[in-house]
């Protein structure tokens, strides 16, 4: 029998750590229990937006405020057997519940077939 090895990226983005956290453990959490290999877990540089508002522009220049947007990245690797039913009807379900349970978090899915 051919085992046929297809793999699934998934890069997750948000702005709040702890809902990227809570994202995260919901993810792993639920591939574990549906017996899928999770080969890499790669974390992603946090991009830092910085912006400076001046207070009053009319008299004091010197008065400014600065804020600052962070984003937190993550990329996930899952493979998974293709020639198997069970373990596709298993990644199928993984993903809807994926998607359908992240909240505050970007998702992007990638299916790689090899």
Do not use: W
Not at 7 to 13: E, R
Not at 69 to 82: A, E, G, P, W
């Amino acid at each position: 029998m051919i085992i046929k090895q297809s793999k699934v990226h998934l890069k997750i983005k948000s702005f709040h750590p702890k809902l990227f956290e809570k994202a995260l453990n919901k993810i792993l959490n639920k591939v574990t229990a549906l017996n899928l290999k999770i080969s890499k877990s790669i974390s992603l540089p946090t991009k830092i937006q910085r912006y400076t508002v001046l207070r009053s522009p009319h008299i004091d220049k010197k008065s400014r405020e600065q804020f600052e947007i962070r984003h937190y990245k993550k990329f996930l690797v899952i493979y998974f057997d293709s020639s198997n039913p069970q373990e596709v009807a298993n990644m199928q379900y993984a993903i809807n519940y994926i998607t359908n349970s992240l909240s505050g978090c970007q998702l992007h899915i990638t299916y790689l077939n090899k």
